[in-house]
């Protein structure tokens, strides 16, 4: 398939993108798709499988810059298929990624999907279908309209289990700076696999950094720091006994 895409662009601001070199005709293995055939969650039906989502690019691709995967990690994703590419520098109110190009801000999932999938239509918002903002990974990025945006984030506030069936009860929800409720079991299944991967990677189980101790799956640091999280804990509770 041949796909136009323009080879460079101005930022006009955070909010678009305005082309200022002509297009170039580039080979494409498939246009951007999604699988309708996939079962969705109960009662969030815009949350769709991407699993066949073809030309969202792969991680690493050489067409952005070093700089930004440097700034890019790695996180099994709970609601859609495929990894979340999670943005660990500047966040705006803590939801949203943002860097400089060429001197000016500029979302980093807007500039991802531009440079990865195609040009945003005029007029549309990217919708996160992953319900994380941080996420760059334009597989998890959708167009759509401003109203249809605000509506899918007010009906996944007003939801009463998370995609995976768990109750979003005050014993089972955390917030999250910015107000987003989360879910601990979902939470715990992610760091559960995140801590497997890294232990299959010669790393520790909890920073995912530095080497494990010999004979254990944490580094001696995190090891320290839990130690001592323990004491202070242990302390915390004798200090509310005592009163």
């Known amino acids: 398939m041949r796909h136009s895409v323009a080879v460079g662009f101005k930022d006009n601001g955070p909010e678009r993108c305005v082309n200022t070199a002509p297009a170039l005709t580039i080979e494409r293995t498939g246009g951007a798709r999604m699988a309708t055939d996939d079962p969705t969650p109960?009662?969030?039906?815009?949350?769709?499988?991407?699993?066949?989502?073809?030309?969202?690019?792969?991680?690493?691709?050489?067409?952005?810059?070093?700089?930004?995967?440097?700034?890019?990690?790695?996180?099994?994703?709970?609601?859609?298929?495929?990894?979340?590419?999670?943005?660990?520098?500047?966040?705006?109110l803590g939801l949203y990624g943002r860097t400089t190009r060429e001197g000016k801000d500029i979302y980093v999932h807007r500039w991802t999907y531009y440079t990865l999938v195609g040009p945003i239509p005029s007029g549309l918002d990217l919708d996160h279908l992953c319900r994380r903002p941080a996420c760059c990974y334009p597989g998890h990025l959708q167009p759509v309209t401003r109203l249809e945006n605000v509506r899918r984030g007010a009906l996944w506030a007003l939801r009463t289990h998370c995609v995976n069936g768990h109750p979003l009860s005050s014993e089972n929800v955390y917030l999250r700076r910015g107000g987003h409720r989360m879910c601990r079991a979902c939470g715990r299944a992610v760091k559960m696999r995140l801590a497997s991967r890294a232990v299959?990677?010669?790393?520790?189980?909890?920073?995912?950094?530095?080497?494990?101790?010999?004979?254990?799956?944490?580094?001696?640091?995190?090891?320290?720091?839990?130690?001592?999280n323990a004491i202070a804990r242990r302390k915390r509770k004798q200090d509310e006994v005592a009163q």
């Open 200 to 228: 299959a990677e010669g790393q520790c189980c909890l920073c995912r950094k530095r080497p494990p101790k010999e004979g254990c799956k944490c580094c001696a640091s995190c090891i320290s720091r839990s130690a001592r």
């Open 42 to 92: 109960p009662g969030v039906p815009w949350l769709i499988n991407t699993a066949n989502q073809q030309g969202t690019g792969r991680f690493g691709d050489d067409r952005l810059p070093l700089r930004l995967w440097v700034r890019l990690r790695l996180e099994p994703c709970p609601t859609v298929a495929g990894d979340c590419w999670i943005w660990t520098g500047k966040l705006v």
